[in-house]
């Protein structure tokens, strides 16, 4: 059903928001990237040309780019909790610090250590729904994994974006 809002004093013209920060814009392409992937990649006809060729790298991006924007914030603002409404210790993941030796054992990966393995990770996969490779698959789920190394031990973590993006944009 169409809402009509021609002759609305308050909305006049393209509704276009002038008021969002640039990690507000970042937190919602990444959001609208994950939750439209299922519909994007029905479109045969874009497939292989757009969705294929740009959802993973952007997804990549955009964490990377949103990460050093909240690293920066979190250290600027290190020695005060004015105006943070974000826990340090949201889990949005797991975290498996020496996947060489011990793959079982896992802690929660809290909010800042995410920021701080998106970063710092060597390689990233997605979590792809009926993957035959990484150009073929129905969907990208919510779910990356990050790898990397710490002092000579080889970490992965299992990050939800979807997790990250709540807590993302509870930072005040």
Not at 43 to 57: A, G, I, R, W
Not at 96 to 107: F, H, R, S
């Amino acid at each position: 059903m169409e809402f009509d809002t021609r002759n609305n004093r308050w909305g006049e013209g393209y509704p276009i928001h002038e008021c969002y920060s640039l990690l507000e814009q970042k937190a919602f392409h990444l959001l609208s990237i994950i939750n439209a992937s299922s519909k994007s990649n029905a479109l045969s006809d874009l497939k292989d040309t757009l969705v294929v060729e740009y959802e993973c790298s952007e997804v990549s991006r955009l964490l990377l780019e949103c990460s050093v924007i909240i690293r920066n914030e979190i250290d600027l603002k290190s020695g005060s909790n004015i105006g943070r409404i974000y826990s340090e210790n949201s889990c949005i993941g797991k975290l498996y610090q020496d996947i060489e030796k011990a793959i079982d054992q896992v802690e929660e990966l809290t909010f800042r250590e995410a920021c701080h393995k998106i970063i710092h990770a060597r390689h990233i996969n997605f979590d792809l729904e009926n993957a035959k490779s990484i150009r073929q698959y129905d969907s990208i789920n919510n779910i990356v994994y990050l790898y990397g190394e710490f002092h000579h031990k080889e970490w992965k973590a299992e990050l939800d974006v979807c997790k990250f993006v709540c807590v993302l944009m509870n930072l005040k």
